[in-house]
């Protein structure tokens, strides 16, 4: 069953748009939905695995998706990786 047109869910652009990208309508469908998880996941808004459902990868190829497009594959800031590493060492 097909689901009803979502307005929210569909992002209007000219066929000019894609022919600059150089993408078709789906890659472009898949780049956006990968931008957008990137961008969640990097503000801790969404879990890797969550941002890796919304653009339709596993969480590991979300992960090492990442680089590619110039973020970091970890989203932890310096403060949570010091009680990472304390708790490590001391339990």
Do not use: W
Request: proline letters at 5%; hydrophobic letters at 40%.
């Amino acid at each position: 069953m097909k689901a009803e047109y979502d307005p929210s869910s569909h992002i209007d652009y000219d066929d000019d748009l894609l022919i600059n990208v150089g993408l078709s309508p789906d890659e472009f469908a898949l780049e956006a939905r990968l931008l957008l998880a990137t961008q969640l996941y990097e503000q801790g808004k969404l879990s890797s695995g969550q941002a890796a459902k919304l653009c339709g990868k596993g969480r590991v190829d979300f992960l090492y998706a990442l680089p590619r497009i110039g973020f970091p594959i970890s989203n932890m800031r310096p403060d949570d990786a010091d009680l990472e590493i304390d708790f490590a060492r001391h339990g």
